[in-house]
């Protein structure tokens, strides 16, 4: 079900262009949607979330926004009453959930949701969730998945990019075999995932074309 389309237009940091629900399959162009999406599970039980993403979008969201965190009934909206939740701060209207906070403002709300993380990233944070191990993808792929741990797969393909050498301009950093090889186990575990979760991110690889093909390789794989 296609519940945002408005076309290939700049993310930024709070602005959702496209999602589609083919549970448990959601495409997204902003990983912020992920805070939205994770409201279709059952949120008072808990789950293992595999992040892979060259970002760790462990920002904290700002006091003034855990106000509204705390006071607004999340379940109970739609997409677009969901995009639209604002918090002035300093004379200027900000969104409460951004690309970079949605899952700490998340956990704010459901401290029980996430019970064990697995991050796969590019960065390094000082300021991870509680039961978080950080692997490296090839670690992630020798892991042996059970499906009894109510796993999450939250995938950024900003994962599969980087800068060049000027740091003006996002390149592939990994090659197409090595994207195979990834592609084989999301196909052999994907039965053991609750959801699956894949952004886009279109600035963050380079364009709107450079991501959607790494999206239809994963597609054709999975479906």
């Avoid at 677009?80 to 004379?91: K, L, P, R, Y």
């Avoid at 991110?201 to 999975?222: A, D, H, N, T, Y």
Wanted: charged fraction near 30%.
């Amino acid at each position: 079900m296609q519940i945002v389309d408005l076309g290939e237009n700049a993310s930024g940091c709070c602005t959702v262009n496209y999602l589609l629900d083919e549970s448990p399959i959601f495409i997204t162009d902003n990983h912020l949607a992920a805070f939205w999406i994770w409201h279709k599970l059952d949120v008072k039980s808990s789950y293992t979330l595999i992040h892979i993403d060259r970002h760790y979008d462990l920002a904290d969201p700002k006091v003034k926004s855990i106000e509204i965190i705390k006071e607004t009934k999340w379940a109970n909206l739609d997409f677009n009453s969901f995009s639209n939740v604002e918090v002035e701060i300093d004379g200027k209207t900000h969104k409460v959930i951004q690309w970079d906070n949605y899952i700490k403002s998340f956990n704010i709300l459901y401290p029980d949701f996430f019970k064990k993380n697995i991050f796969c990233t590019e960065e390094h944070s000082e300021s991870l969730l509680p039961n978080t191990d950080e692997v490296h993808l090839d670690k992630l792929m020798e892991l042996c998945l059970d499906e009894k741990e109510n796993i999450i797969l939250n995938l950024d393909l900003d994962f599969f990019f980087t800068r060049d050498s000027d740091g003006k301009k996002m390149i592939r950093k990994y090659t197409d075999d090595y994207i195979d090889k990834f592609l084989e186990w999301l196909n052999d575990e994907k039965e053991k995932f609750k959801q699956i979760i894949i952004c886009l991110s279109p600035e963050c690889c380079g364009s709107w074309e450079e991501s959607k093909k790494i999206k239809e390789r994963i597609l054709e794989k999975i479906k």
